[in-house]
């Protein structure tokens, strides 16, 4: 019967890492995917990673099982990094967290158990987002809407169009915000901007959803979760997907967290069995590794630090491959100002670039970007960024 079966669409980033896997052409790009490379085009295991795993081979004692919401001490660890060592919320027990494997994993948790528990029909999505965003809602059940985000001619946040189109959002809908470094735009709100938008969702009811995948690339640990914690200052109730695979290069362990804040500790406890519920359904209980490792980074105060500066060196490289992009294209003499690229945050760039453009790179150039434009600046580097520009020119 399997011959009924349809072949599906290639996905828009993952199906692009496959594309230039099977590429033969030996000066091929891949700036598809968001993964950090080195200098020398490398992704790299942390050092902090590398000290924190040698001491869990010798440390570690079973292979045992973990619970469905998987290793406690790390759900501290993710709530100390999101609201704040010793915030409010966090003392008074109202936050739980379940490990995930990733990102996506956290999102699908949230998306089932908002939609198992009839919490809300409807998830808003900004206009663009992430590509998976819609497959990850729409697999759960619920309907997603769109609000604006991004103006394409001053490529920069439309905030009145983005406030204007969230004013249809009814009370109990779900609003997906990106905690920082917007994906695919690179484009945040300011802190009074996160502060307006935490009144309007407090005054409307709506449940905010953060997927907060970048924290470190903006500008630091801390500073990274200032709209987050501003949302947490006047909301009673809130959730968040959040990841590890970025700021601890940790891709393949799929090491992520949802995140369930509620009105007091009695409601989390209660809703949190609901959540284990869609665990327990869905892959049982998480796979330990990577949660461990982020553990021992962030719980020995050496490999801590040594965490803190291996991220900031890695949102300082990508930084410098911004301005020198813009330098070099307008080294170029292409008419169209670059200089946005150097105002973003995080790993990517919304270039501009149209889809023609886009297939040309990848036909004549063996450049892969992702078909909306997006680049991975994290993938750029000294050694390949002259050959980018001069392809970019000749599509221009
Ligand atoms: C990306 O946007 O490139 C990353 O989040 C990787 C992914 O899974 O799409």
Redesign the pocket.
């Known amino acids: 019967m399997f011959e009924k079966v349809v072949a599906a669409p290639a996905?828009p980033?993952?199906g692009l890492t496959e594309a230039f896997r099977s590429d033969p052409r030996q000066d091929k790009i891949n700036l598809?995917?968001?993964?950090y490379k080195d200098e020398s085009g490398a992704t790299p295991i942390l050092k902090c990673v590398k000290l924190a795993e040698q001491k869990l081979l010798t440390d570690e004692k079973t292979k045992n099982y973990l619970g469905i919401e998987g290793n406690q001490e790390y759900a501290r660890i993710v709530q100390g990094l999101l609201f704040g060592k010793g915030a409010e919320l966090i003392n008074a027990g109202r936050a739980k967290t379940a490990q995930a494997p990733g990102?996506?994993g956290a999102l699908r948790i949230a998306a089932e158990f908002i939609a198992r528990n009839q919490l809300s029909k409807t998830v808003w999505i900004s206009d663009p987002t992430?590509?998976?965003h819609v497959s990850v809602f729409q697999a759960a059940g619920l309907e997603v809407k769109w609000y604006k985000y991004y103006d394409a001619t001053s490529k920069d946040l439309d905030f009145a169009a983005m406030q204007a189109s969230l004013s249809e959002a009814q009370r109990g809908d779900v609003v997906l915000f990106h905690g920082c470094c917007h994906?695919?735009t690179g484009i945040d709100p300011t802190a009074a901007q996160w502060e307006a938008l935490a009144e309007q969702s407090a005054a409307a009811g709506w449940l905010p959803l953060f997927d907060f995948?970048y924290q470190g690339f903006a500008r630091g640990i801390e500073e990274d979760a200032e709209g987050l914690r501003i949302f947490a200052r006047s909301h009673r109730e809130l959730l968040v997907a959040s990841s590890f695979?970025?700021n601890f290069g940790l891709y393949n362990e799929r090491v992520g967290a949802f995140t369930l804040v509620a009105e007091s500790k009695e409601v989390a406890d209660t809703a949190f069995t609901q959540v284990k519920t869609v665990i327990r359904a869905n892959y049982s209980n998480p796979p330990s590794h990577g949660a461990a490792v982020v553990t021992a980074v962030v719980n020995d105060p050496a490999l801590f630090e040594l965490w803190v500066s291996e991220v900031a060196e890695m949102r300082v490289r990508i930084r410098e491959m911004r301005e020198l992009l813009v330098a070099k294209l307008a080294e170029r003499g292409v008419n169209q100002d670059f200089s946005f690229i150097a105002r973003q945050n995080g790993?990517?760039s919304f270039s501009g670039l149209s889809k023609e453009q886009v297939a040309r790179l990848k036909d004549e150039f063996a450049i892969y970007i992702?078909g909306s434009g997006r680049i991975?600046v994290a993938g750029i580097t000294r050694a390949n960024i002259d050959p980018l520009c001069d392809a970019i020119a000749k599509v221009l």
Not at 32 to 35: F, H, K, L, S, T
């Open positions: 996905d980033i993952l598809g995917v968001g993964i990102g996506t992430w590509a998976n994906n695919p995948a695979s970025k790993m990517f992702v991975s």
